[in-house]
Structure formats: C-alpha cells, structure tokens
C-alpha cells in the first residue's frame, strides 16, 4: 500500500483535492527544493538577535520572513511564471491554473522568543473552475531539519539525515484521554478569545502551548490528539489542509465548514471531532 493509501474513503468532509500522478511527480520534488531554500535563508538568523518590527496589526515579522519569502517567490516565479503566488508579507501575484501559499515563518512570536517551534508553511492549490483548492501542503522546521509533506495519497516525514517515513495520526480517543495543542493561552485576545479553548483544554488529559504550525506537525505524526486555532489568515490554513488530511486526520473550520472560508481551524484525529465541535458550540 502506498503512504495514505485509502485515507479518502473516511466518511468526513475533505478540503483538500486531490493530487495526481503526475502533478505528484512534478511538484513534491519541487517543494523540497522550496523548503531547502526557506532552510537556507531562515536558519542563520535563528537566535542571532535580529531586528523585529511590527506591522499594521501589530504582528512581529523579521528579515527572515521577509527575506525567506522573497526567496521563495524567485524560484516559483523561475520555474512555473503563469503560477499565482500568494505570500504573508508581500501580496499576491495573479496566476492561471495554480497559485502558491507561503507563510515564510509561521510562529514568527517564537522565532523572535528563541522558540524552536516556528515552522515554513507552503502549499500548492489548484483551480479546476470552482476556485482554489489546496491539492499539495508542507509544513517544514528550520530548527530541527524536519519536514512534512503531505496531499491526499499520504503524507511523509522527511527528515535531515535523508530518512522519511509514512505520517499518520494516532488511533482516536476521547477528549478526557487526549492531548490538545493551541496556540495561545486560553483567554488571550490574539485568536479573539475564544471560551471554547478554555473549555476544551480543562476537559483534556494534557494540554500545551506554543502551537503555531508545530501543533499540526505534532498531530500528523502521532504526537498529539487536536490542534486548535479559533482565528486564522489563509496563508496559515491551506499547507496544513493536506497535510493533517493526507495523515488520515481531520480538519474543519471552528464552525464545522470550510476552514479556508472560515479563516479559522480545528483539526484532530477524526471522531475527537464531534466532541470538539460540541463544546465549541456549547455556551
């Protein structure tokens, strides 16, 4: 069986599309070469004291993301110039046929915290008349030269010492036995403050922070249970849709539909999902 194999036939609602044999063979290998460049650029400045400013709604960002993405928009732009391009820090550029994601430094207040949590998000989408659908997402950390790539046949650890392994989330279990991830303290104001977070980490076994695109990778590889992010931009959304869902996960917006349409996420293990959605709408 190939990785991800008959992960489509699970009875939930998928946003991601699917991904042919030969878009398979024409862009995965192309992604690693994006995710070697965001690596190049974005790990020197890694705990090197660089300068942070912030932007009109008072985010961090960094020459790292600012520089990495510039450096990624160059390849695409070389290799696929008809392709669009969508980027956190420098807009977009219109395409035909398919456009690409690129969140530079996802966890840009960890980067700047000396956090190893941050990650590259890059995702590749497709329009087949009904508008843009993420078919291919990698979500990939500088600090510990890992990767994860991922679209509906599967999803794939890669590691730094050349070595990949098949991602898969861990067997369900319910909320009282779980590990749920978020990305801020529950009552924080930057994801809109939420009491559904509060609600769902005080029923949980365990809970953590400083989740960015870390909880994400934690939950497709069988590290976690639920990822939780109430409040969201696009460009953090649509590399984690395939990945989570090529690991045989399951992702919706926090009020049960499209995430990318919602701008929001909660992704889990499969049926936690249900729970999850019941005290999300409890009030």
């Known amino acids: 069986m190939r990785p991800g194999e008959g992960i489509r036939t699970m009875s939930w609602q998928h946003y991601s599309a699917a991904l ?3 878009e398979e063979r024409e862009f995965v ?31 961090p960002v960094t020459a790292a993301d600012r520089g990495a993405e510039q450096a990624l928009r160059r390849r ?4 696929y110039p008809d392709h669009g391009i969508v980027g956190e820090e420098l807009g977009e550029r219109p395409g035909r046929r398919y456009r690409w994601i690129l969140d530079p430094v996802d966890g840009t207040r960890a980067f700047v915290s000396n956090c190893f949590l941050f990650g590259t998000l890059i995702a590749l989408e497709r329009d087949d008349g009904a508008g843009f659908r993420p078919v291919l997402g990698c979500i990939a950390h500088a600090a510990a ?28 279990r319910p909320l009282a036995d779980a590990t749920v991830l978020c990305t801020c303290l529950p009552g924080s104001p930057e994801q809109g403050a939420d009491p559904a977070v509060g609600r769902i980490v005080a029923a949980a ?11 994400y990778f934690s939950l497709a ?14 460009w953090d959304i649509a590399a984690i849709v395939p990945v989570v869902e090529g690991a045989g996960g399951r992702v919706s917006g926090w009020r049960g539909g499209d995430p990318l349409a919602e701008r929001s996420l909660l992704a889990s293990t499969g049926t936690l999902h249900d729970e999850l959605r019941v ?4 009030h």
Do not use: N
Request: hydrophobic fraction near 45%.
């Open 29 to 59: 290998p192309f992604v690693h070469e994006l995710i070697g460049c965001a690596f190049e650029r974005i790990a020197p400045l890694f705990l090197a004291d660089i300068a942070v400013a912030h932007k009109a709604d008072a985010s």
């Open 205 to 215: 076994a365990m809970a953590r922070t400083w989740g960015d695109c870390f909880g």
């Open 76 to 79: 695409i732009e070389r290799r």
């Open 279 to 282: 005290m999300i709408d409890a």
């Open 20 to 22: 042919d044999g030969a």
């Open 221 to 234: 590889t069988g590290g976690a249970d639920a990822m939780l992010d109430p409040q969201l931009s696009y």
């Open 145 to 172: 030269r890992v990767a994860l790539v991922g679209h509906g046949r599967g999803t794939t650890l890669y590691r730094g010492d050349g070595s990949q392994r098949r991602a898969q989330v861990r067997a369900a």
